[in-house]
């Protein structure tokens, strides 16, 4: 899921925050904390649960970390 802030004006504090996702009865359904991001940058979920800020955005694909530099 991608949440553009444009669309949504929904956005991350720079100095970092914690997001929570919110059942619709108000039950706390996911939380994640996170440290200082870049500008424009991604937070990414992996299949196991963890979360990377270092791969890059994957726009309607799956999230995988970013190939090395050849």
Not at 42 to 48: F, G, H, I, Q, T
Not at 53 to 70: F, I, M, Q, R, T
Request: hydrophobic residues 35%.
């Amino acid at each position: 899921m991608v949440l553009y802030r444009r669309e949504t004006g929904l956005a991350l504090g720079d100095a970092g925050g914690q997001v929570l996702l919110l059942g619709p009865h108000g039950s706390m359904a996911d939380a994640v904390k996170y440290d200082v991001l870049g500008s424009d940058a991604s937070y990414s979920r992996d299949e196991a649960g963890g979360w990377h800020a270092d791969w890059v955005p994957s726009l309607g694909k799956a999230n995988e970390p970013g190939k090395p530099a050849p």
